[in-house]
């Protein structure tokens, strides 16, 4: 179809056509940095934290000072858990993958005396940790009973220089071993923390979830062997059968309040429930973004579909002397049709441009990654889909228009 007649009659209604060609690029612009945004936070949800999530509940105290005898009473309340029936392994650990909140990250030097850290890491550490989680070990081993070191040792030794009670190994994830050590074995190398601790690598796990900040790495994280108490921050893992949770959460917070009755409990969940606390943010986003994406949309079809039938209104009279002339009604529907396609192409440009533009201050400014080129082809499909949808009903309307009609205002 010629263009030149439709350019000519959208260059005598300038006004309205930019009006719509803006609603277009502003709809564009957006809805692609908003799938995009979307489709973020459906991958940061659907990060694998490495670990047996629903077998796993989590009790954990408040802090209620220190204590002379809280190591023994971390052992008594282990030793006690361990007996209730559906209780597969126990743990007493500092934090949990995906759990929001990091007690501990540590900074891994390769070498002594080196100023800056190879890398930002999650540190993790608690007895039994590996087993009750359900860490996957690639190669190398666990922590042997003689290696785990009590944590009131180790925070003196670290200030004062004392190797000897700090722990002399460390488990790595699979990620760290991989960027620290690529085309190598980790097995057996020494990394180095704060003052040049060294401490040499025993194993290396499968993928392993940091609690939060996973735009550093998600997976990189380390464990070393140090026991600590419930007075220490540290939380109670129970790993048991998933259709035994409820029954075994129960019976284990009655065991340990039967053993201190003046404990105070700050969180009784599964790690399901850990999980869902943790994205529940992301989740509202993703529905906001989702809410936006279909008003701009529903927005934009009602915009176009207005405007279409508004010049269809003022444009009967040269529609029926087309049609007099010998136009068929495919041949106005058409008109109509090429005539969106065209303000859809303009808008969808400048849509492109605007999308890249808010990119870049997404990328300045929240550190989000690259659009995706992918994203603005979708979204041009997607307007001149919606588009050509909204205009078909007028342009219908229009080819309707019977012949007569050219001749009633003469």
Same mark, same amino acid.
């Given at each position: 179809?010629?263009?030149? #007649?439709?350019?000519?009659?959208?260059?005598?209604?300038?006004?309205?056509? @930019?009006?719509?060609?803006?609603?277009?690029?502003?709809?564009?612009?957006?809805?692609?940095?908003?799938?995009?945004?979307?489709?973020?936070?459906?991958?940061r949800m659907d990060i694998p934290s490495g670990i047996a999530e629903h077998n796993l509940l989590q009790i954990k105290f408040a802090y209620v000072g220190d204590q002379t005898d809280a190591y023994a009473q971390a052992q008594t309340d282990l030793a006690t858990l361990q007996q209730i029936a559906g209780v597969q392994a126990v743990a007493l650990v500092?934090?949990? #993958?995906?759990?929001?909140?990091?007690?501990?990250?540590?900074?891994?030097?390769?070498?002594?005396?080196?100023?800056?850290?190879?890398?930002? =890491?999650?540190?993790?550490?608690?007895?039994?940790?590996?087993?009750?989680? *359900?860490?996957?070990?690639?190669?190398?081993?666990?922590?042997?009973?003689?290696?785990?070191?009590?944590?009131?040792?180790?925070?003196?030794?670290?200030?004062?220089?004392?190797?000897?009670?700090? #722990?002399?190994? =460390?488990?790595?994830?699979?990620?760290?071993?991989?960027?620290? @050590? #690529?085309? /190598?074995?980790?097995?057996?190398?020494?990394?180095?923390?704060?003052?040049?601790?060294?401490?040499?690598?025993?194993?290396?796990?499968?993928?392993?979830?940091?609690?939060?900040?996973? /735009?550093? *790495?998600? /997976?990189?994280?380390?464990?070393?062997?140090?026991?600590?108490?419930?007075?220490?921050?540290?939380?109670?893992?129970?790993?048991?059968?998933?259709?035994?949770?409820? /029954? =075994?959460?129960?019976?284990?917070?009655?065991?340990?309040?039967?053993?201190?009755?003046?404990?105070?409990?700050?969180?009784?969940?599964?790690?399901?429930?850990?999980?869902?606390?943790?994205?529940?943010?992301?989740?509202?986003?993703?529905?906001?973004?989702?809410?936006?994406?279909?008003?701009?949309?529903?927005?934009?079809?009602?915009g176009i579909a207005g405007l279409a039938s508004f010049w269809v209104g003022q444009r009967r009279r040269t529609i029926g002397v087309r049609r007099a002339l010998g136009a068929t009604r495919a041949n106005i529907l058409h008109y109509f049709q090429t005539e969106n396609f065209v303000l859809a192409t303009i808008g969808i440009t400048l849509g492109m441009?605007?999308?890249?533009?808010?990119?870049?201050?997404?990328?300045?400014?929240?550190?989000?990654? $690259?659009?995706?080129?992918?994203?603005?082809?979708?979204?041009?499909?997607?307007? @001149?889909?919606?588009?050509?949808?909204?205009?078909?009903?007028?342009?219908?309307?229009?080819?309707?228009?019977?012949?007569?009609?050219?001749? $009633?205002?003469?």
């Open positions: 179809m010629d263009i030149r #007649p439709i350019l000519s009659t959208l260059h005598r209604h300038k006004i309205t056509a @930019w009006l719509l060609i803006l609603e277009i690029a502003l709809t564009c612009g957006i809805v692609c940095n908003a799938v995009f945004l979307i489709n973020q936070r459906l991958q500092n934090q949990l #993958p995906l759990s929001g909140h990091a007690m501990s990250n540590s900074g891994i030097k390769l070498r002594p005396h080196q100023r800056q850290a190879s890398l930002e =890491v999650a540190s993790y550490y608690g007895q039994n940790l590996l087993t009750t989680l *359900g860490v996957r070990l690639i190669s190398g081993r666990d922590f042997q009973p003689d290696e785990l070191i009590d944590l009131k040792s180790v925070l003196p030794a670290l200030h004062g220089g004392e190797l000897k009670d700090l #722990p002399h190994t =460390v488990i790595v994830a699979q990620a760290v071993a991989v960027r620290l @050590w #690529p085309d /190598q074995s980790a097995l057996g190398k020494t990394i180095y923390f704060g003052n040049d601790i060294p401490m040499q690598v025993v194993g290396v796990s499968a993928p392993l979830a940091r609690p939060n900040m996973l /735009q550093m *790495g998600a /997976q990189n994280s380390i464990v070393f062997p140090i026991r600590l108490t419930a007075a220490e921050g540290g939380s109670y893992v129970i790993r048991t059968n998933p259709r035994d949770r409820e /029954q =075994v959460l129960k019976s284990a917070l009655a065991a340990l309040k039967r053993l201190d009755p003046n404990r105070v409990v700050l969180e009784q969940r599964t790690y399901d429930e850990l999980r869902q606390d943790h994205f529940q943010d992301d989740r509202a986003m993703a529905g906001i973004l989702v809410g936006v994406i279909a008003a701009l949309l529903l927005v934009t079809a009602l441009l605007l999308a890249y533009g808010i990119n870049l201050f997404l990328m300045l400014h929240y550190e989000l990654p $690259r659009l995706p080129a992918i994203y603005f082809p979708m979204g041009a499909i997607t307007l @001149w889909v919606i588009g050509q949808l909204a205009v078909l009903g007028p342009a219908l309307r229009a080819g309707a228009v019977p012949p007569v009609v050219a001749t $009633r205002s003469v």
